[in-house]
């Protein structure tokens, strides 16, 4: 295999920080700050595996002498761990381990904003964990809210909104006995709930969009005994998110969000207070947003989207028909 212009960069880099007279400290941050060039902005998986070469090799430089830089390598390294496509279990571990152990030397020696930070992704990866009884579902519960003592509303908006978002998936995916089934999901609810009393349209709008948008689902599969009423919200909230999502700006949020709105009308009746009288209208709607959804994920080459949207205008065209509605083509 060739090597890449990335690789022989990396060696030369490294070459001449060895030979350097800067410092160990000099040299080691010069290293983290190679690493977090290829971790920011990789081209390939290559640079990813590039970055967690020279993070390990900053670590090593440290010995016991550079807690701080030590610490940061290690966080650095399970970030780049995280972020490698299709990254397997051991690599997720590896992550986890190097979070837990840097944490602590984070804690004593650097900034809450950078322990925050480290908090949230820590978070992400017990969260990935969890599913495989690798972690804790409710630990990354704790990572976030740890991190949301630092993220506030007032200066962190976007990582307030995110870490609410986070808490509200992890709700979602705790496993509980059926009969707690409707707790864990108004817990998801009230997170996203909680995160849109601060973050609005106009200040925040990708924020506030991705909010609404998975409150919506999260109304949507509420286990009630008001299930109309749930819809409704949930359509409510998938407008707010249309407010800010658009074909033309953010193709494949809006793709996303419109292809929920469509979930919710084919469960929806067209009159909520005469439920026997069906749902012509909101299925001739869904069958529209989801063909549009379609043609949005298949001109994006997300086909695993586009068959799941295939499916589901299979379903809505068969209502139809049991329907009696005449179609409009």
């Known amino acids: ?8 960069a990396v060696k ?3 070459a001449a920080i060895t030979s350097e007279s800067a410092t160990t400290a000099e040299k080691i941050e010069m290293l983290i700050e190679m690493a977090q060039g290829f971790q920011k902005k990789p081209k390939t998986a290559q640079d990813l595996r ?18 701080l830089l030590k610490a940061r390598a290690q966080v650095g390294m399970a970030g780049t761990l995280q972020a490698i496509p299709d990254a397997g279990m ?47 579902i409710s630990d990354s519960i704790q990572a976030y809210h740890e991190a949301l003592r630092v993220f506030t509303w007032q200066d962190y908006p976007q990582e307030y909104a995110i870490l609410y ?15 707690r089934e409707y707790l864990r ?25 991705m909010l609404q948008n998975n409150l919506g689902n999260a109304l949507q599969y509420l286990v009630s005994s008001h299930p109309v009423d749930n819809n409704i919200r949930a359509i409510a909230a998938y407008n707010e998110a249309l407010k800010v999502r ?8 809006y793709a996303n969000t419109i292809s929920n709105k469509a979930n919710a009308l084919f469960n929806l009746p067209d009159e909520p207070e005469k439920p026997e009288l069906g749902n012509p209208k909101n299925l001739l709607q869904a069958r529209e947003y989801y063909q549009e959804a379609w043609s949005i994920f298949t001109q994006h080459q997300q086909l695993d989207q586009a068959d799941v949207v295939v499916q589901a205008l299979k379903d809505v065209e068969a209502e139809i028909r049991t329907g009696g509605v005449v179609s409009r083509e």
């Not at 930070?117 to 009884?133: C, D, S, Y």
Request: glycine share 4%.
């Open 1 to 8: 295999m060739t090597p890449s212009i990335t690789d022989s």
């Open 185 to 209: 999901q108004g817990l998801a609810v009230q997170s996203f709930e909680v995160a849109l009393k601060h973050i609005n349209l106009i200040e925040h709008p990708r924020e506030y969009a």
């Open 12 to 14: 030369a880099a490294v």
């Open 165 to 179: 978002n986070n808490i509200a998936i992890a709700y979602l995916s705790m496993p509980m006995a059926s009969e």
């Open 50 to 67: 590039n970055a967690v070469s020279l993070y390990y090799r900053a670590y090593e430089m440290c010995g016991e002498e550079y807690p």
């Open 246 to 253: 658009n074909a033309r700006d953010t193709p494949l949020e």
């Open 90 to 136: 051991e690599l997720l571990v590896q992550a986890k381990t190097g979070y837990e152990e840097a944490l602590p030397i984070l804690q004593k020696l650097a900034s809450a904003e950078e322990v925050a930070e480290t908090q949230m992704n820590f978070g992400l990866v017990l969260q990935a964990l969890a599913p495989h009884n690798l972690a804790r």
